[in-house]
């Protein structure tokens, strides 16, 4: 019980606190206080005259107002100091509860130095956050009456303090006490006590900005930026000027503020700006846009800031969608339905049962539990919207195509299609003629797609969806009129890799690779600067019947790697190791199993990329070690667990067994042929099976 002891660990374990809360860290600071308060409670009981320790403890209850209620749960108070009883044990109390304890605290330190001005000052700014905090509008009152009475006479006490003067004219501008006169008096009386104070200039700007004196406002947040350029309040109150008025520079200025420091109203102000421009339609791949949203990574900076934002403020409802949305566009799904499923929960008791609200939240969340692969979660979601406005509609539609329901999803599409307008006509006839293509219906199919080719404007879904259609079906006629439909309607950069695809498609079923080839070559040197026609170049070498060039598919691949360093893409990692394993070049096969490692790192889910990594292993021969040498065998094994399709689990299952004969491990190999033959027995490869199998006994025996 050393007191100087504890008092020193009390103010480092108070430092902490402001240290967590400054970098929004809300349990951590919790934590922190908890042992604040354990701490100084020890002090207090050891040496209950000393003014400082009742007013640490006080200043460390009073960080508690910028924290959610439901986070605060104190536990290491004694319940002697809450009661004035005798009682040694402690108690569990809560926000409002510390808020009090803040107050008797600061009373029994003023008690102890009765004229010491700071104190009265203290007190009459816990009284004002309790006035906030309270949802008790008699106790708001109370709360505001008392934190007036104190503030005054701290400031009678010392006139020259500038922090007392501007406490009050914050305290006066409360909802219960609001005299706009006298706040304004205190912040000009703050001013001038201090002529370094920009708190009390951007409070004053503040005063001024919630009466609509825009140019009042500005200029008083102008002198606070030239008192101290780093004071991030001032900065956004520039922004809500510059918002209000119209002005170009506002999203600027919260990004700005962003880099300044965590607040609330900045985090808050920026989001919306970054959604309001990601959902203009007319800003859509200008360079205004790429410049505020791509180039100043907006979208993850926004994400940090709400994230911030939600765990301070916990019942704003619209700030749980925008981070959800903004989760979406970084394709974070998983996260965003996590949020969703917090602002659901949320929307139940702050809009009771508002059925435009919960249609809005129950939307985001089936959307977002669609592109997650949740369709019939999604469906449930969306069945349960109130609202049929369109967009509603067809995301329901696709929620059903994409959970199988293929039935009810053309029901939908049609009754969508009574409702939208003539430029939207032709995009829901694509969709309709894409099920009934799904389903087998190719007349219906083919019918639809051509309909939607009619409206005007023109779905370019649709003319690509016909195309692609003729491909399949050796159509070559319907596919050529498709793309010359496409042609008539001129370049498109959206649509530009899938038009180059389907001419070389159609080249290649003709019969005419040289043609497809010479497609593909056209495109790279009409936009060489697009990673997306290099991939398209290595791909069709390494797929035609051409004889291959696979140094020039190569170096397609390093090309579209070194172009997409903005938009990391992952194929062209595939396709560089596909090209080197093709060519004659045995130096550089372990860089091919480097390319495809990276390819796997980057989509474990793909099937390509695992069978690629086992050809990598076999190239790379490593057998002379034991424990290499059963690497290409867990490779296959794993492959093989994974493979839904019959045709690539075939050839799985032939390298596996060819590679565990060549380790020979003979027994392993006969049982995995056994049972490949009694799982494939209707495939059409089934004889090579036979062949290894009889292969395998002869080793045997022998």
């Known amino acids: ?100 304890l803040a107050v008797r605290c600061y009373r029994k330190a003023l008690k102890i130095q009765p004229h010491n001005s700071g104190l009265s000052h203290d007190i009459g700014y816990t009284y004002y956050t309790l006035s906030v905090t309270s949802r008790d509008v008699k106790n708001q009152h109370s709360h505001a009456e008392s934190a007036v009475k104190w503030l005054k006479a701290a400031v009678k006490m010392d006139p020259s303090n500038p922090r007392y003067w501007n406490t009050l004219g914050v305290t006066a501008l409360l909802g219960c006490t609001n005299d706009p006169a006298f706040a304004q008096h205190c912040f000009i009386k703050s001013c001038k006590c201090d002529k ?34 780093q004071y991030i309040s001032c900065w956004i109150g520039q922004a809500i000027v510059a918002e209000k008025i119209g002005h170009v520079e506002a999203m600027d200025l919260y990004r700005h503020t962003t880099e300044l420091g965590n607040h609330v109203e900045s985090a808050i102000g920026y989001a919306t700006w970054v959604c309001s421009v990601l959902q203009d339609p007319e800003k859509l791949d200008t360079k205004s846009r790429n410049y505020a949203i791509d180039r100043m990574d907006a979208v993850a900076v926004s994400i940090v800031c709400l994230s911030k934002y939600v765990d301070r403020v916990d019942d704003d409802l619209a700030a749980y969608i925008m ?38 939240v129950k939307f985001c969340l089936g959307r977002a539990l669609g592109s997650l692969g949740q369709n ?18 067809s995301t329901l539609a696709l929620a059903l195509f994409q959970s199988g329901q293929r039935k009810e999803s053309y029901q939908t599409y049609e009754n969508l299609y009574k409702l939208v307008g003539a430029g939207e006509k032709s995009a829901v006839l694509t969709a309709l003629g894409i099920i009934a293509y799904r389903v087998g219906d190719l007349d219906r199919a083919k019918t639809l797609l051509f309909k939607s080719t009619q409206e005007k404007p023109a779905c370019m879904e649709g003319l690509l969806a016909l195309c692609a259609m003729g491909l399949t079906k050796r159509d070559f006629t319907l596919s050529s009129a498709a793309l010359a439909e496409i042609l008539k309607h001129g370049s498109n950069e959206e649509f530009s890799k899938d038009v180059v695809f389907l001419s070389s498609s159609l080249y290649s079923l003709q019969g005419r690779p040289a043609l497809a080839l010479k497609c593909l070559q056209k495109s790279i040197h009409k936009n060489p600067c697009q990673y997306e026609p290099w991939t398209q170049l290595a791909w069709f070498i390494l797929t035609s019947s051409l004889p291959g060039d696979f140094n020039m598919a190569a170096l ?47 989509d474990p889910s793909s099937m390509s990329g695992w069978m690629a990594l086992a050809s990598s ?12 040498m059963m690497t290409d065998v867990s490779y296959l094994q794993l492959c093989v667990s994974r493979c839904r399709d019959a045709n690539i689990q075939m050839w799985l299952l032939t390298q596996l067994i060819l590679s565990l004969i060549r380790h020979d491990s003979l027994q392993d190999a006969k049982q995995v042929c056994h049972q490949s033959q009694a799982k494939l027995r209707k495939h059409q490869e089934l004889p090579v099976l036979i062949s290894l199998s009889q292969y395998i006994s002869n080793r045997t025996t022998n």
């Open 1 to 100: 019980d050393y007191t100087p002891a504890l008092k020193g660990l009390g103010e480092c374990y108070l430092s902490e606190v402001q240290t967590s809360l400054s970098e929004f860290l809300h349990l951590k600071a919790v934590d922190k206080m908890n042992k604040c308060l354990e701490v100084l409670s020890q002090a207090v009981v050891a040496e209950p005259g000393f003014c400082c320790l009742w007013k640490l403890m006080a200043d460390c209850c009073m960080l508690v107002e910028n924290i959610p209620s439901a986070l605060v749960s104190i536990r290491t108070v004694p319940v002697s100091i809450l009661e004035s009883t005798d009682n040694t044990g402690t108690k569990i109390i809560g926000k409002e509860e510390l808020l009090h």
């Open 196 to 229: 370094n104070n920009p708190t009390a200039w951007t409070n004053l700007g503040c005063l001024y900005l919630k009466h609509n004196q825009e140019e009042l406002a500005h200029r008083a947040f102008k002198v606070a930026q030239s008192l101290d350029p």
């Open 323 to 360: 981070l959800g949305y903004l989760l979406e566009k970084e394709k974070l799904h998983s996260s965003a339905v996590r949020v969703y499923n917090r602002a659901l929960d949320l929307a139940w008791t702050v809009t009771y049962g508002d059925d435009e609200k919960m249609d809005v």
């Open 376 to 393: 019939v979660e999604a469906v449930e979601q969306l069945r349960e919207l109130v609202d049929t406005r369109r967009g509603y509609i």
């Open 556 to 602: 397609s691949c390093r090309c579209a790697i070194e172009l997409s360093q903005s938009t990391p893409a992952q194929d062209p990692w595939l396709y560089l190791g596909l090209s080197i394993l093709h060519s004659d070049s045995v130096c550089d096969v372990r860089q091919a199993l480097r390319s495809v490692q990276r390819f796997v790192h980057c």
């Open 617 to 628: 292993c076999f190239a790379l021969n490593a057998t002379k070690d034991h424990d290499k």
